[in-house]
């Protein structure tokens, strides 16, 4: 393989989004994602791009729904922009060039004798997820959000009303969001099945959080949508008799 060169293509990008990259604390997955972005907006001189969650599959070889989880990371903290669906599939995503927006926990700067306490409180707790007050609350309002918009988005398309409050509706929604799926996969499963069953007597009536919300969650989201002229059509209305 000969020696990578400009004139084989490069990405312009400025020396302060780089030297940001490097100061903040990312993970290696959310740090490669985030390059991902940018190599391929800043890359074909764009400011956005229409990339399918496949592709940071392949290029960060991790599963789609760790992709989805690491593309939620850098949205809440600001340094990723996914616009809305274009027909449901693929999303836009923007890097967010506006330094200040980020949203990071800034690094601190330790002396030796905190450095040699760090290291010794390491080696003796066992190893475990922390997050700060402020990632808490994030992470909390989001997932209000997102049971809240599920539900009511569900109840919009299907003309019922259950209940966002219901705790087997939380949990089944709160399990799905942990497996990194976001609002927008919840509406696109909605959408899929009220298109095919909304019309249909016997497959309305699954038309609820169980059933959407399930663990076949991921198998609903990647149904193709369904062609409206091959749909059940509602049965007509008979007119009511004339009174005479």
């Known amino acids: 393989m000969a020696n990578p060169q400009l ?5 312009r990008i400025a020396n302060e989004i780089l030297e940001a990259l490097i100061r903040i604390n990312l ?16 890359g074909y001189g764009k400011k956005e791009d229409y990339i399918a969650l496949s ?11 760790r992709a989805s989880q690491v593309i939620n990371s850098l949205q809440l903290k600001k340094i990723l922009t996914v616009k809305e669906n274009i027909n449901g ?3 836009k995503y923007i890097f967010n060039k506006y330094l200040k927006e980020w949203d990071i926990p800034s690094r601190k700067t330790l002396t030796v004798k905190e ?19 402020k990632e808490t609350l994030t992470k909390d309002n989001t997932t209000k959000e997102i049971i809240t918009g599920a ?10 009303n259950f209940k966002s409050s219901s705790k087997a509706t939380r949990d089944k929604i709160i399990a799905r969001i942990n497996e990194g799926f976001t609002l927008d996969d919840f509406k696109k499963v909605i959408d899929n099945k009220v298109a095919q069953w909304k019309h249909d007597p016997k497959m309305n009536a699954y038309l609820r959080p169980e059933t959407l919300f399930s663990p076949k969650f991921e198998s609903y989201l990647n149904e193709k949508p369904v062609d409206p ?12 008799p004339r009174r005479l």
């Open 115 to 133: 450095k040699r306490n760090d290291r010794s409180s390491i080696s003796k707790e066992p190893l475990r997820k922390t997050l700060t007050t």
């Open 7 to 11: 004139e084989n293509g490069h990405t």
């Open 229 to 240: 002229r091959y749909l059940p059509k509602p049965e007509p209305k008979m007119p009511e």
């Open 151 to 160: 539900i009511e988005y569900l109840n919009l398309k299907t003309e019922k």
């Open 89 to 91: 599939l693929t999303k």
């Open 55 to 65: 592709q940071f599959q392949e290029a960060l070889n991790i599963s789609k729904t």
């Open 27 to 42: 993970s290696g997955q959310e740090m490669s994602a985030a390059l991902y972005v940018i190599r391929k907006t800043y």
